[in-house]
């Protein structure tokens, strides 16, 4: 087993992510990213929840399951057609012996899902390409772009070149690209903007610095990084 650079410490913060096996896609259609999305919220339990056989046997809606004290809180997500980001901290000790609540959470997490998508599309194999990357989040610079990279990372549909990171970047409009972001619910977007779905449940920002005292702010940052890139361009 090969051992992961980065020990996960309670009360830091990480920026996590994973991408598919040799870039396939990882969510083929709106089925798929629902699945992963609830299993966000079930994974985060002390309690060995199987989706099988507690939601879908017992014909209950996953969100509607109470599943119990979460061991990490999370403060932002996307979803990508081949990859994910999450922004994470570890609330409790670890419940496996992996040694962590972030490695035992992202072990339920993706084998859970790996094997549902296995069983769907009929296939066997890696779904995931090897464990899952992770960053040491250390600065509040660093936390703060975090949340604007997190949630500008949609647009790269829009734009498969664009690099989000600061450097030049090929933009149609700053307006075309606010628009884009409104319509695509496959992120913690939404939920900054206070929108009720959910989806709200995957979040507790409690551990979270408040950023953004509002969601006009927290808007104006996400436009300020837009409008660079707009300007760049131009």
């Known amino acids: 087993m090969s051992i992961r650079e980065i020990d996960f410490v ?66 932002a997500w996307v979803l990508m057609p081949n990859h994910f980001h999450l922004y994470i901290t570890p609330k409790t000790e670890a419940l496996l012996p992996s040694g962590n609540a972030i490695t035992d959470y992202m072990h339920r997490v993706l084998t859970a899902y790996s094997k549902y998508f296995n069983a769907r599309y009929k296939r066997t194999g890696s779904l995931f390409e090897g464990k899952f990357k992770s960053i040491h989040v250390t600065k509040d610079t660093q936390a703060k772009y975090l949340f604007s990279y997190i949630h500008l990372n949609p647009l790269k549909l829009i734009n498969p070149n664009s690099k989000l990171d600061g450097s030049k970047a090929s933009v149609q409009s700053t307006s075309k690209f606010m628009e884009f972001l409104k319509s695509y619910k496959w992120s913690s977007y939404f939920d900054y903007l206070d929108i009720i779905r959910p989806e709200n449940k995957i979040l507790n920002r409690i551990d979270f610095l408040d950023y953004f005292e509002s969601k006009k702010s927290f808007q104006k940052e996400i436009f300020e990084w837009i409008k660079i890139k707009a300007e760049e361009e131009g």
């Open 10 to 75: 309670k009360g830091e913060y990480y920026h996590l992510y994973n991408r598919g096996n040799s870039k396939q896609k990882i969510f083929l259609d709106d089925r798929d990213r629902e699945r992963f999305l609830k299993l966000l919220y079930l994974c985060n339990s002390k309690e060995r929840i199987d989706f099988k056989n507690d939601i879908v046997k017992r014909k209950i809606d996953a969100w509607d399951f109470e599943k119990g004290k979460s061991i990490v809180n999370i403060g």
